[in-house]
C-alpha cells in the first residue's frame, strides 16, 4: 500500500476529519509538512498553509518562510505568514526556546481559526506533520520527566481541533515518499545539533538505545497502543472513585477524611484529584500529612487551598478580593454587588412577614447614618449579636467577631468571606449571618430596610 493510500485510510479509521472540512497545515518547510501538503493535495482536501518565521537561523528562517511562500503558490493556497522575536520572548517569560516557539506558534494557529469563523467556510482543523518517529521520540522524553500514564500514550491523532494525520508514518517512509514523488523541502541545520532536547534524544539517546535493542522503537510504538488503552480505563477508573469520595458544595470541593484515608492507591488518588487545581506531584505528600492533621491547618497551589476542616479535607479557590475593598452605599442605592454575592436593598413602612433565612436582615432605618460601608471583617471588629442577651443582665453584649465565629463554628473558608455593612462605624449586620441589636425594629420603628444578600450563581 502506497503511503497516500495509508494516509486517507489512517484518516478514516480514526475519524480525524471529513472531506468537505478546510483544514490549515502548519508548514515549517521541512520534509514532513511538505510531504503532508502533497499528500493533502493528492487528496483532494481544501487546506491552507501557515509558517511562523521564529528568526533563530538568520538567513536560513527567512529562506525557509521564501519556500513556504512559493509552495503556497505551487498548490494554490493561502498562505498565513508571521514572525516572531523568540529569543526576547522567551528571556522575558523565562522559558525555554522550545516552549516559547511552541506556545507562540499554536497561540497564532488559534488565533487564525477563530478569525476564519466569520467566513463563509471556516478553518476547522489544524494539521501538524507529527510522525510516527516524533511520537517515540516524545514518550521516551515524557518516560524521564515523569509524565505519568498520558504522558506514555505519546501524541494522539486527535486532540479537539488539532490533527496529527502522519503518526502512522515512520520518518523514512516520509523521506522515501518525497524523492519518488520528486518533492521539494529545506533542511533546518540546528536539527543535526544537540542544542534542544529533542534532537538529544533523536541523534544520541535513542540510536545508543537501539544498538542494544534493534527493536526499541517499533517495541515504543506497540506500547504507545497498550497505554492509549491504559489510559483510558485509568481515567475511568479514577472518576469512578472521584465520584465516590467528592462533595461538591458550590465551588468547593469536601472530601471526607477517613473515606480518603481508607481509599487505594492514596498516592495515586490525592494526585489526580489535586492536579486540577494547580497543586503538584511533590505536594502529595503534604496533603497524606493534613488527613492527620488538627483542624484548621492548610496547604496552598496557586490558585487553591486544600484545608483540613474537621473531619473533611476542602479544597477552594484562593479567595482573590483584597481585605482592603470598602463599598460605599448611598441612601439613594437598591443592589450592591460584592465579591460573589449581591446585597438587594428595599426600603418599606409595613413590615411584612420576618424570614428566619439568615441571607435576609430586615433594620431599623431611623438607627442608619449614610453613607454605609460594606467590607471585609477585620480582626478586632465586635458587635451587639441580635437575640444574644446576658442570662444574668438580660441586655445584649458585646461580642468580638472572631470569637462570634468560634462559637457558630465557621472554618477558615467561611471567615475569609465574611462581609460586614457598617454605620458610622458601627456594625449593622455581619452579611449572612446575624444582625447588630442596636439595628432591632421595635413598635415605634417607622421605616424598615430590608437587606438580602444573594449568591451571583442563584440569580436569574
Known sequence: MSLL??????????????????V???VSGGADSSVLCALCAAAGFNFSIAHCNYKLRKEESDRDELFVKKLSEQYNVKLYSTSFDTVTVAKDNKKSIEETARNLRYSWFNEIIEASKQQEKP???LLTAHHADDNIETV???FFRGTGIKGLRGILPKQKHIIRPLLFAKRKEIIDYAAENKIDFVTDSTNAANDYTRNLFRNEILPAIEKVYPEAANNVLRNIDKFIDVDYLYSESIQMLKEKIIEIKGNEFHIPVLK???TKPLTTIIYEIIKNYSFTAAQVSEVEKLLQSESGKYIKSSSHRILRNRNWLII??????????????ENSDNSILFGDHTL???KQEVLETLSADASTAYINAAELKYPLLLRKWKQGDYF??????NKTTGKVGKKKLSRFFSDIKLSLLQKENVWVLESDKKIVWVVGYRMDDRFKITSSSKCILKLSSTHCSQKH
Open 24 to 26: 490549515l497545515i502548519a
Open 344 to 346: 438587594d436593598i428595599q
Open 5 to 22: 493510500q495509508k494516509f486517507k485510510s489512517y484518516i478514516v479509521s480514526e475519524n480525524l476529519f471529513q472531506q468537505k472540512d478546510i
Open 260 to 262: 480518603l484515608a481508607k
Open 384 to 389: 451587639y449579636p441580635f437575640g444574644m442577651k
Open 316 to 329: 477552594s479557590p484562593i479567595i482573590t478580593t483584597p481585605d482592603t475593598v470598602n463599598i460605599i452605599i
Open 123 to 125: 478553518i476547522k482543523f
Open 140 to 142: 521516551v522524553m515524557n
